[in-house]
């Protein structure tokens, strides 16, 4: 399983971004994949989580932080999965992972996911 990110960088608060995770080794719309962040001096925090699309119905889940501003989407044909940042804040700057495991219940486990990228940073600054 390889995860890649992209997309990340330096936007005005305000602004938007948007990330993209390209999988390989594996089905992706048949996991669940999602999104982690970390800021410094802080701990990693669950972003989003978009579920496979078997039993877990594809289904989307948002941190409280993030909802509302962030939405998560995938594209089957591409093997990929995307988070569309809007309204970006300066506490949104932090390392970006895209993730992935069978179904979104890791987002929310204290181990989290079996399978990590290796980040993205996003800076939100003025």
């Known amino acids: 399983f390889t995860l890649v990110e992209s997309g990340g960088g330096l936007v005005q608060p305000g602004g938007s971004l948007r990330l993209s995770c390209a999988a390989s080794?594996?089905?992706?719309?048949?996991?669940?994949i999602g999104w982690f962040r970390q800021a410094p001096g802080k701990e990693r925090e669950a972003v989003s989580c978009?579920?496979?699309?078997?039993?877990?119905?594809?289904?989307?889940w948002y941190a409280d932080s993030v909802k509302g501003r962030f939405t998560i989407s995938r594209d089957k044909f591409k093997n990929a999965a995307y988070l569309q940042m809007n309204e970006l804040k300066p506490e949104d700057t932090a390392i970006y992972y895209c993730?992935?495991?069978?179904?979104?219940?890791?987002?929310?486990?204290?181990?989290?996911?079996?399978?990590w990228g290796q980040g993205t940073q996003v800076t939100v600054a003025s």
């Open positions: 978009i579920n496979n699309v078997s039993d877990g119905d594809g289904s989307t």
């Open positions: 993730a992935s495991d069978p179904d979104c219940t890791s987002w929310y486990a204290p181990l989290g996911p079996d399978y």
């Open positions: 080794g594996f089905t992706s719309d048949l996991y669940a």
